[in-house]
């Protein structure tokens, strides 16, 4: 029965104390499982005390060893362990989806043969995933690390966009339902729960932007992080402004301050990530180099990773958050499905559904007979997207350099920058796109 159930289709997957689950969502949890996974071995890669466990195990390690191959039996430790050994595994988690991007493009519905393989054979794909990761780590050096550190840069900056939508389409929705309540049940306090949380984003975006110029920004030097931390500043309270103006409420009712509000603390946030990869030890309190002496010093030769610092641990849970969401939620904005290749389940099929869900009984059910809810090959993309950023967010956007170091760049700071640059004009502009073109439909 095992067997045949990881051989099979999605609904072997759950059991009879579970609930019952459209096949499309319980398809996309499995294969968000098969990245974190992936991401969980990567945080262990680079747990501190891993390399000496390895090399006390004599057949394991050979000490010294220039490249990531096998020689005389043994394997260079130095490619399972730090940045290598992450760029390696989130490789093979990408190489992994963009195989499945390309093989389910223009997938309609689960009648193609095509969906079959989307929706089954779950040990197949998991020894495919662990045979390139198998083959990832038989990557020489070379100019491997730097040309994928590339990679991951302009992946990451997609993501942070795709996150940026996301919560957006959060605040939207969350917006919508409360306004809808207290008009419901006639009670005001609803409107006082959307008041409390859109005090709070706007009070911890405050104390953060203070924090920001109290940590990163000196009298003196530090003159591009004060102008970085100015500017988002600047445009987010602009955006507030933009969001309240009664034109932009006529067209857009459920448009308000608590959206806006979550777009800043989100700007704020990535604002965050960029200067603390500034490469600058006078306005980066995250940048440390450990010499063999004890000493600490900071400078461009090089610098000890550690993706635990305080924007890492706060960025891998935003990612954790973000990706199951991707996994488990068709939005109800037609702009946002558009954008994410998801659809709303239409009425009509909402009735056969529940029938199903009665005679299914904890095991997964077949709701993309008639039409995919959502696009397998744009889901496989994220999630290609996913690894790179999660990949850059473990090496704390560090480009590798000779001997094993990691620097920091310029580069990772002005990604992050013009990400929440795009992103703020991104939600100007459905703010203003109903007056700008008022003969089409943003509702």
Not at 29 to 38: H, M, N, Y
Request: charged letters at 10%; a neutral charge; one cysteine or more.
């Amino acid at each position: 029965m095992i067997a045949s159930c990881l051989c099979g289709s999605a609904p072997c997957i759950l059991c009879s104390c579970c609930p019952s689950s459209p096949n499309s969502t319980v398809t996309r949890l499995i294969f968000t499982a098969f990245l974190f996974l992936g991401v969980l071995v990567s945080i262990i890669m680079l747990s501190p005390g891993v390399e000496s466990q390895l090399y006390k195990l004599p057949w394991v390690c050979e000490e010294g060893a220039g490249t990531p191959v096998v020689l005389q039996g043994h394997i260079d430790c130095g490619s399972l362990l730090g940045h290598r050994a992450v760029y390696r595994m989130c490789f093979a988690t990408a190489a992994f989806f963009f195989l499945f991007t390309l093989l389910m493009l223009c997938v309609r519905s689960s009648r193609d043969p095509r969906a079959a393989i989307q929706n089954g054979f779950w040990f197949f794909k998991f020894l495919v995933l662990v045979g390139i990761t198998v083959g990832a780590f038989y990557i020489p050096d070379g100019s491997f690390s730097n040309v994928w550190f590339y990679c991951g840069v302009v992946g990451s900056f997609l993501f942070i966009l795709i996150q940026l939508v996301l919560f957006i389409d959060f605040a939207h929705s969350w917006n919508q339902r409360w306004l809808g309540k207290a008009e419901e049940r006639d009670s005001r306090a609803w409107y006082a729960g959307l008041f409390f949380f859109t005090l709070l984003f706007y009070t911890l975006s405050i104390a953060a932007v203070t924090l920001l110029f109290i940590y990163y920004t000196h009298p003196g030097p530090c003159y591009e992080g004060k102008v970085f931390i100015g500017l988002n500043l600047t445009l987010c309270v602009c955006v507030s402004i933009v969001a309240v103006l009664p034109k932009v409420q006529d067209a857009q009712p459920n448009s308000g301050l608590l959206q806006a509000s979550v777009i800043t603390l989100y700007t704020t946030f990535v604002t965050w990530l960029a200067l603390s990869s500034v490469p600058d030890q006078k306005c980066n309190p995250h940048l440390l180099t450990h010499l063999s002496n004890g000493t600490i010093l900071a400078g461009p030769e090089g610098y000890e990773t550690h993706w635990w610092d305080a924007p890492s641990i706060v960025g891998l849970i935003i990612f954790i958050l973000c990706t199951v969401f991707i996994s488990l939620r068709s939005s109800d904005h037609r702009q946002v499905n558009n954008l994410m290749q998801t659809e709303e389940c239409p009425s009509a099929l909402e009735a056969t559904q529940q029938q199903q869900v009665a005679t299914c009984g904890g095991r997964a059910f077949d709701n993309e007979h008639d039409g995919v809810t959502y696009s397998y090959s744009f889901f496989h993309f994220c999630l290609v997207l996913a690894s790179l950023h999660i990949m850059m967010t473990l090496t704390n956007w560090y480009r590798p350099g000779e001997a094993r170091k990691m620097i920091s760049t310029w580069t990772a700071v002005w990604v992050k920058i013009c990400a929440s640059w795009a992103g703020l004009l991104l939600y100007l502009w459905t703010l203003v796109a109903p007056l700008l073109l008022p003969n089409r439909d943003f509702s």
